[in-house]
């Protein structure tokens, strides 16, 4: 197969992967979650989570109508091959999954308010570029609902108030948040470079297994108090109340100025939509995250 048709028909399927069937590690939060909520309301909030997720893999449909924001994390090896035609080509599988999965358009000029009818436009889809050793090419893609989105914050926090300053701009971001993100939610949370940094950081924690904690004992620790705190604000499934607000917490830094303290939190809603595949310098493509259903 040709170069460009390659990529473009990896990208597809991730793309179709990702809407339809949630990764294992995000679908067994959810029964988890289920089995030990002892709100009738959240249990029954969790059950229509989890029967949403069988109907969406048996009618091989959207598992949520807000088929989001498609955002590609590419990590490219130093001596890949046809890197120049990776964007290209991922805006192609855009295009022809909005029409063949479908997706939601969702990509809308903020100027006109006009739609473009297939999720692309500019900087959209956005791609996040990475380079690392070797001749393999791992593509993953997250499709970024619109409430979760909109409850993301970035900001400055004291210096002087260090972890205990992050920690409470972390419980204020998921209070603000309540009900909005469609919780339970996974949170991002990243600290330092800048403000840019640490929201890119931030969301780009998002795509870590829940599963994975962090390899610093410290920084895992403070993972599991902030998830302990979110969860004990009672928000819920739904927001309608129970033990489950969110499913796991990542958390990534950058060294930061001494003046300085950026700080952002990153929602995802309980529909963590994420998808990867690697093809190999011989044409060859490993689904890391889904194996094939179709």
């Known amino acids: ?32 979650a289920y089995a030990e909520e002892t709100s009738a309301t959240g249990k029954t909030q ?29 990590k490219a090896g ?12 991922i805006t192609s599988a855009t295009r022809r999954a909005t029409k063949e999965v479908p997706l939601r358009p969702n990509a809308v000029d ?16 956005y791609t996040n570029w990475e380079i690392v050793p070797g001749e393999t090419l791992e593509m993953t893609v997250m499709t970024k609902g619109g409430g979760s989105e909109n409850v993301c914050v970035g900001g400055m926090i004291v210096p002087g108030e260090g972890i205990k300053g992050l920690k409470k701009f972390v419980i204020d971001a998921v209070v603000k948040a309540g009900a909005q993100p469609c919780p339970p939610n996974i949170l991002g949370i990243a600290m330092g470079g800048g403000a840019d940094i640490s929201m890119k950081l931030a ?17 895992a620790k403070l993972e599991r108090e902030i998830f302990e705190a979110a969860n004990m604000t009672g928000i819920g499934p739904m927001g309608l109340g129970g033990k489950t ?7 990534d830094y950058a ?13 995802n809603c309980w529909a963590a939509r994420r998808a990867t595949a690697r093809i190999n310098a011989d044409g060859t493509v490993d689904y890391l995250t889904h194996k094939l259903k179709w």
């Open 78 to 89: 130093a001596k890949a091959k046809n890197l120049d035609k990776v964007e290209e080509a």
């Open 203 to 219: 969301k780009k924690a998002l795509l870590k297994p829940l599963t994975e904690h962090n390899p610093d004992p410290e920084i």
């Open 255 to 267: 060294y930061r100025h001494p003046a300085s303290f950026p700080a952002a939190v990153a929602f």
């Open 245 to 251: 607000t969110v499913l796991g917490v990542h958390i």
């Open 1 to 32: 197969m040709e170069a460009a048709k390659k990529l473009e028909e990896v990208a597809f399927n991730i793309l179709k992967q990702a809407v339809i069937y949630l990764p294992d590690d995000v679908r067994e939060a959810l029964k988890k």
């Open 46 to 74: 969790l059950k229509a989570i989890l029967d949403n997720i069988e109907l969406a893999e048996k009618y091989q449909a959207p598992v949520c109508q807000d088929t989001g924001t498609i955002i590609f994390y590419i």
């Open 110 to 125: 903020p100027f006109t308010g006009k739609n473009s009818g297939d999720n692309t436009g500019k900087y959209i889809p």
